[in-house]
């Protein structure tokens, strides 16, 4: 034959049960169907191929072929991904979201968002998460938009009318800097003093909390739009900063950063909410990632 025809769904299960089960007869036991009913649909499954899957004569019990081989390994893909699109029509059956869109706030701490991401995935295994990393006003913003139904937030001086906020703990920040920065050489600072150096402030991408300033003291401000830089700044001695405590607890202890006694400085709790539009609340996956986020307070 020139060119192969199509195989069915029951063929390639029958196929993987036979070698799953070692024999013909054993996998006519295990489907609850005659031996020859087996045979038969093997002998089908080879004639639509145009290729022997088992060796019969050679051996007793049968026994793949090289072509055969090949064949279960596809086979095992095909039925994979059958399965993989039945689980997803019966969530979609049973309310399950399509997506779920998550934005998160950039402070967040990644051992959190890793242990309710890894949860998700193994909750709900047939939706897929997109996920959004952003500052400041840009998680109320893909929220408002719909670009994400729901957000992790840190405190926001804007109108959030329309929004559902749901309290998820909070971050603690910590001013910092390298050991070899001024301000960490000087010990104990007179009052004002950090104003006479860089302060790394993190800024914001969206609209709505564009202009507005969070916790800077310094006359002078580098404005950066990533953690990272700010961090890696840090480190190099640019300036100084505020930064979440379990961000830089390593560092801390490394002595790769200090931190300030700033008499400006009090106690600095970035309190985190998690939020939706009250127009469209969450379905059960995106819920239930909420009711994760609280239960790691």
């Known amino acids: 034959m020139s060119e192969p025809g199509f195989p ?3 063929q390639l299960q029958v196929l993987l ?18 031996t020859s009913a087996i045979t038969y649909a093997i ?20 026994e793949l072929t090289q072509a055969g081989r090949a064949i279960v390994a596809e086979a095992r893909t095909v039925t994979h991904s059958v399965d993989m699109l039945r689980a997803k029509v019966k969530g979609l059956l049973e309310g399950l979201e399509a997506e779920v869109s998550v934005a998160v706030d950039v402070m967040l701490p990644t051992s959190r968002l890793v242990d309710a991401l890894q949860a998700f995935q193994a909750t709900f295994p047939t939706v897929p998460l997109r996920l959004h990393v952003e500052t400041l006003g ?3 913003q893909l929220v408002s938009e719909r670009a994400a139904v729901v957000g992790i937030s840190g405190p926001l001086h804007v109108d959030t009318t329309g929004l559902e906020r749901i309290t998820i703990g909070h971050v603690e920040f910590v001013p ?78 490394a002595g790769r950063l200090v931190k300030l006694d700033l008499p400006e400085w009090s106690e600095s709790i970035y309190p985190l909410k998690a939020l939706y539009r009250t127009d469209t609340p969450p379905g059960p996956a995106a819920q239930w990632l909420i009711e994760r986020f609280k239960s790691q307070i």
Request: proline share 5%; net charge positive.
């Open 43 to 62: 002998d089908n499954l080879e004639a639509q191929l145009g290729l022997p899957l088992f060796d019969r004569v050679a051996t007793r019990k049968p």
């Open 176 to 253: 910092v800097a390298a050991p070899f920065h001024p301000l960490a050489r000087l010990g104990a600072q007179t009052p004002g003093a950090a104003r006479n150096h860089i302060q790394l402030v993190l800024t914001d991408r969206s609209k709505l909390t564009e202009g507005q300033d969070f916790g800077v003291i310094s006359t002078k401000s580098w404005r950066l739009a990533d953690l990272g830089a700010k961090h890696a700044l840090l480190l190099a001695g640019v300036g100084w900063g505020n930064m979440p405590a379990a961000m830089v607890q390593g560092d801390l202890d």
């Open 17 to 34: 049960t036979v070698v799953d089960a070692g024999s013909f007869a054993a996998a006519a036991r295990r489907l609850n169907r005659a």
């Open 138 to 140: 840009a998680i109320t």
């Open 8 to 10: 069915s769904l029951s």
